[in-house]
């Protein structure tokens, strides 16, 4: 079984980006993502409303680090510190050396290629400091940039769950993506 541990936290690099510690001083950009219904419009969660549920959102990214459950990292250009998504590794099956991965940016800084550009990086260090066999990403169908992001970072399309979750009075499906460390 893996052993995984997120101390120290390590800052990732990419070319455009530094994905760094995510931190309450980035209170202000978690709420826009969070509190946002086009950036949450395929993420079945409730809004956040308040700045008390931005700080527990960020808490909660905190303890999943201090805990070896979870690792997000805030998604910024290099040289400027300002948050402009999240992507990290969630559920954390180390019995099974898979994780799932997921993000979200900012609307104005869709379509630029940040999110494929973050992915790849993720994945990287999921497979070689995490060692993880497989890596899943499970999305909302009718989210085509998402799956796009995924495809350019060889995801293959594994499933299509139909309502099998169920969200705010309806029932919604899911598609599962995965990579294996080949």
């Known amino acids: 079984m893996l052993n995984i541990n997120f101390t120290p936290f390590h800052n990732l690099e990419t070319e455009r980006l530094l994905l760094r510690r995510v931190d309450n001083n980035d209170l202000k950009e ?3 993502l969070r509190s946002n219904p086009e ?7 409730p809004l956040v409303t308040t700045d008390e549920e931005a700080l527990a959102h960020i808490a909660m990214i905190e303890s999943k680090i201090e805990s070896n459950e979870g690792i997000n990292w805030a998604i910024t250009y290099k040289g400027d510190p300002k948050l402009i998504g999240i992507i990290g590794h969630y559920r954390i099956k180390p019995e099974h050396y898979r994780a799932e991965i997921g993000y979200m940016i900012l609307p104005e800084f869709n379509g630029m290629g940040i999110v494929t550009e973050a992915v ?3 994945v990287k260090y999921g497979f070689e400091v995490m060692k993880l066999h497989s ?5 909302d169908p009718d989210n085509l940039g998402s799956a796009k992001v995924l495809e350019k970072n060889n995801f293959k399309k594994e ?4 309502e099998n979750e169920f969200f ?3 029932f919604l ?4 993506y995965t990579i294996l460390n080949k």
Not at 135 to 139: F, L, Q
Not at 173 to 176: F, G, M, Q, R, Y
């Open 30 to 32: 978690v709420f826009a």
């Open 173 to 176: 499906d899911s598609a599962v």
């Open 120 to 122: 790849q990086e993720v």
């Open 159 to 162: 499933a299509h769950f139909i």
């Open 135 to 139: 890596i899943e990403a499970v999305i």
């Open 168 to 170: 705010n009075g309806r």
């Open 39 to 45: 950036t949450m419009k395929y993420i079945p969660r």
